[in-house]
């Protein structure tokens, strides 16, 4: 059993999107392939993948309602290439947001189960996930805490002599359990999705989200992109940035 994943984010790296697919990948028995769909340079590549394959998911970011519109032309593409081919494919979507509600992603799922439809190959279903900021923010925390409870062991070695303290590492392991509990629900929406790809069986539709209360949610996605945009171009990216709009 082939599997192709797709990772549909325009972003060059750290992408939610790249990430929740990486997740799935773990669970997923068999060959698998995985894809970065950026530009239509990449779409003659993707598809000559898509030609040997059992099953391909499509693990994207919500662009105003729908479908980032990148995508669109490798869709028309793939719609023109399985029809041709009566290819027999299972297509599972995973789909992330920036709102705190997953349910935004519906229009989205009935996009691209019209777009199988239309195609001749198997809607398998898809998995929507609000907050897909914080995925970034989960995985930042991981690395953090790591190299916090590093400092803390080399001080200790250094001031206390220990061989290796097991102290910055209890800490260490009780902070990663908290920040898994804020994914608890993809974590496990995302396993099923993958247990569902490896019977080859029809997923339906999940929707889920981060496991925070929207109130603490707004506050931590204000911080995070006031922070993004402080390093990526001056204080309110467009308002006071270094970088001038180009005009066509
Ligand atoms: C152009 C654009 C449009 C967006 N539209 C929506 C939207 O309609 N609803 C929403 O909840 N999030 C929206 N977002 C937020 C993204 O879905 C969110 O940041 C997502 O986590 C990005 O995933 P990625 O890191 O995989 O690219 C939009 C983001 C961009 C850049």
Redesign the pocket.
Known sequence: MKTVFI?C???KK??????IMSLTGLFVLGTKKKEKLRTPADNERILNEIADADNVVF????????I?SHLLPFLKKMEEFCRKNNKELNVYVIA????I?GK?NEPLMQNMENFCDRSNIKWCGGLGI?G??M??VMRILIVVFLGIALLRTFVSIINEGFFFPIGPWIVYGKQILEVLALGCGIITFDIWLALCINKKKEYGKHYTRIMLPSFVFIICADLFFTIISVIQGGIFRGWFSKKKPTVM
Do not use: C, I, T, W
């Open positions: 990772d984010s325009p972003k750290l992408s939610a999107s790249g990430f693990s994207m970011p919500l662009y105003v309602d729908g980032p992330n947001n920036g709102f509600e935004q609000g897909g900021v995925m970034n």
